[in-house]
T-cell receptor, first 110, second 117 residues
Framework: SQQGEEDPQALSIQEGENATMNCSYK?????LQWYRQNSGRGLVHLIL?????REKHSGRLRVTLDTSKKSSSLLITASRAADTASYFC??????????FGGGTRLMVKP | GAVVSQHPSWVICKSGTSVKIECRSL??????MFWYRQFPKQSLMLMAT?????????EQGVEKDKFLINHASLTLSTLTVTSAHPEDSSFYIC?????????????FGDGTRLSIL
């Protein structure tokens, strides 16, 4: 079963704007990961944030984690048309098993 | 970076056929491989976890006799959908994780789209 819920389910923005996606989960975690999936393809790992970390950056990506609220956010700055994809959060626990959220479908219009 | 190759990428076959999907880690040893199923516009649902040299652990509701998983080496796991029927049509994705599993991402194949006629 899915542990996480993502919000919004779908997001449409103009190129150059920022995109923010949120993820909530229910149980304790070792880490939280964000993945990207282009249509009909596998998942690409974007960023991993450990449970004792609060914020992490990678290029145009910024991830925050609030374990007290059991939530995380992914911010993509200065979005590009090529960022159009589905984005999934996944919580990692013992044995590195992942439980995925429902995903956010992002469309960036040129 | 770590590369996982999944093959075939697309299969169309008749009802009753058994279909084998391969998942290979190309540049690292995958002690654990995961098999997921994904329906259109939905998230990934874990089907089973396989560790090299041991039996796979199936998630609740997944028929182990229907979905046979073999992880015979540190670089190869296979999923065989036996006697496939139209309801088995889906997108199947594998992922792999290497040694030292704590706080490491999984590396995903590109998926296999299975269509049963």
């Amino acid at each position: 079963s899915q542990q996480g819920e993502e919000d919004p389910q779908a997001l449409s923005i103009q190129e150059g704007e920022n995109a923010t996606m949120n993820c909530s989960y229910k149980t304790s975690i070792n880490n939280l990961q964000w993945y990207r999936q282009n249509s009909g393809r596998g998942l690409v790992h974007l960023i991993l944030i450990r449970s004792n970390e609060r914020e992490k950056h990678s290029g145009r990506l910024r991830v925050t984690l609030d374990t007290s609220k059991k939530s995380s956010s992914l911010l993509i700055t200065a979005s590009r048309a090529a960022d159009t994809a589905s984005y999934f959060c996944a919580t990692g626990n013992a044995g590195n098993m992942l439980t995925f959220g429902g995903g956010t479908r992002l469309m960036v219009k040129p | 970076g770590a590369v996982v190759s999944q093959h075939p990428s697309w299969v169309i076959c008749k009802s009753g056929t058994s279909v084998k999907i391969e998942c290979r880690s190309l540049d690292f040893q995958a002690t654990t491989m995961f098999w997921y199923r994904q329906f259109p516009k939905q998230s990934l649902m874990l089907m089973a976890t396989s560790n090299e040299g041991s039996k796979a652990t199936y998630e609740q509701g997944v028929e182990k006799d229907k979905f046979l998983i073999n992880h015979a080496s540190l670089t190869l796991s296979t999923l065989t959908v036996t006697s496939a029927h139209p309801e088995d049509s889906s997108f199947y994705i594998c992922s792999a994780a290497g040694r030292g599993l704590v706080d490491q991402p999984q590396h995903f194949g590109d998926g296999t789209r299975l269509s049963i006629l």
